[in-house]
């Protein structure tokens, strides 16, 4: 099978802490799984951070994903929340891309994947709950190149993270179960929530 790529296309102007953790989860899974990450409309004046910007397997784009693949749009799949179809194996026979939008999650979702559905792109969603860009690029992953049926992937919903001995934070994403039965998400992350927690998340997931 033709080596995959998904392309994250960056949405926000900024790139915070939150993004670059993610950023590198999916460069180093990617790496990994022989599949190819691309982060596109990475605007000019936008220096990445020097330890995203040397992970191995990325490749920053400055233009968007409609020009890098232009005339080779039915080869993309985006995955999308509101689309009608669910991504299924065979989806991984049909489409070499997937593309995601690069944006932080929120509650409730506000639908920027909107800015990406108007450009055409074929839509499928990977079920009915909000996951985190990374999470979403992972399952991806295990339905397109291992062949995982999606509903058949063990998830945690809505995990509950300590952030200190009497309080914790509910996030309001979906995760995939690792092994230990804990949410898979990029290892400093949690230590990033417990310290954004004491600032106050206002409506930055
Ligand atoms: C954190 S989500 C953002 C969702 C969001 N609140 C919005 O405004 O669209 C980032 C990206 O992950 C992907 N994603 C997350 N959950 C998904 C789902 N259930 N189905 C399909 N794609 C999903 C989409 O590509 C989405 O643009």
Known sequence: MEPKTYVVEH?????????????KAIARESY???????????????ELPDDLKSAEGLSVERTSVEVLYEGKKD???????????????????????????????????RDRTSELRKKGFEGRRLGPVQMTTDTAVRVTRLVVQDK?????????D???????????????????????????MP????ELIKRDSEKGFGDLF
């Not at 995982?148 to 945690?156: A, M, S, T």
């Not at 993270?161 to 898979?184: L, T």
């Not at 290892?187 to 949690?190: F, L």
């Open 187 to 190: 290892t400093e992350m949690a």
């Open 11 to 23: 949405l926000d102007p900024e790139l915070g802490e939150w993004s670059t953790l993610e950023y």
């Open 148 to 156: 995982n049926p999606l509903e058949g992937i063990p998830y945690v």
């Open 158 to 184: 809505y995990p509950e993270i300590k952030v200190n001995r009497h309080e914790s934070v509910e996030m309001p994403f979906r995760y995939v179960q690792g092994d230990d039965k804990a949410p898979v």
């Open 75 to 109: 080869k993309v799949c985006l995955l999308d929340p509101q689309a009608p179809k669910e991504l299924s194996p065979t989806d991984g026979d049909m489409f070499d891309v997937f593309l995601f939008g690069g944006i932080l999650g929120d509650d409730p979702p």
């Open 32 to 46: 990994e799984s022989g599949a190819r990450f691309i982060l596109s409309s990475v605007p000019e004046e936008l």
